[in-house]
């Protein structure tokens, strides 16, 4: 089977990306190509960060590949936290929480609450430059967290049309229209049409 590496060792991200296109490709973690060099990401976007990422594997390891970069961005704040999500509160521990914390502050007493999440993937193959695949989810922030699901900013995000948040949610309901789940899908079809060998 054709080998394609996914440049992240995030377990459940694997475990999705297998799933979806595990049918025709061995999905390779960065762990299974022996890398555990400290990619950097210092792009100014969420393509861009993610295209670091797939380079450095196609470049370095020499296989094809994809990176994903996502991030929450919040309409009252001009798209902040935005590519800096992971590291907006600058805590070391708690990390969620004090993300989390840092969000309802900034926004407390704002009557535009809308948000969404965003997903680029990179993908680099060897006969072509890259291409770019986006999802995003549309939705707004709670003025306090709900539900023990998901990770990061799930608990403070209902996404449009519903009345739960992604953490009250189960994962296959967040995949089935989440910004990861629709950039995932828009890969997977590119390389059913494009790499049928
Ligand atoms: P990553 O690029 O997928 O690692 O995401 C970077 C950061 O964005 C995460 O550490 C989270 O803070 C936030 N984030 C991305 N996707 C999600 C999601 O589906 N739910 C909640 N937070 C997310």
């Given at each position: 089977m054709k080998k394609i590496v996914f440049a992240s060792n995030n377990s459940h991200k694997l475990a999705e990306l297998r799933s979806i296109l595990g049918h025709r490709y061995e999905v390779l973690s960065l762990a299974d190509i022996n890398c555990h060099d400290d990619i950097p990401e210092t792009a100014d976007s969420f393509e861009g960060n993610a295209l670091l990422k797939a380079r450095w594997v196609k470049d370095r390891y020499g296989y094809d590949c994809f990176a994903d970069d996502s991030g929450l961005e919040v309409y009252a704040l001009g798209g902040a936290p935005g590519i800096y999500s992971a590291r907006y509160s600058g805590a070391t521990t708690d990390v969620a929480a004090a993300n989390n914390a840092k969000l309802l502050r900034e926004l407390s007493g704002a009557d535009d609450r809308r948000?969404?999440?965003?997903?680029?993937?990179?993908?680099?193959?060897?006969?072509?430059?890259?291409?770019?695949?986006?999802?995003?989810?549309?939705?707004?922030?709670?003025?306090?967290?709900?539900?023990?699901?998901?990770?990061?900013?799930?608990?403070?995000?209902?996404?449009?049309?519903?009345?739960?948040?992604?953490?009250?949610?189960?994962?296959?309901?967040?995949?089935?229209?989440?910004?990861?789940?629709?950039?995932?899908?828009?890969?997977?079809?590119?390389?059913?049409?494009?790499?049928?060998?």
């Open positions: 948000a969404r999440f965003r997903t680029a993937i990179a993908l680099l193959t060897s006969d072509a430059e890259p291409v770019f695949f986006n999802g995003t989810v549309e939705g707004h922030i709670l003025e306090a967290p709900r539900g023990r699901g998901g990770f990061g900013y799930d608990p403070l995000f209902v996404p449009e049309g519903w009345t739960r948040t992604f953490a009250e949610a189960t994962g296959e309901e967040k995949n089935a229209i989440s910004h990861r789940g629709r950039a995932v899908a828009a890969l997977a079809e590119y390389l059913d049409n494009n790499f049928n060998d």
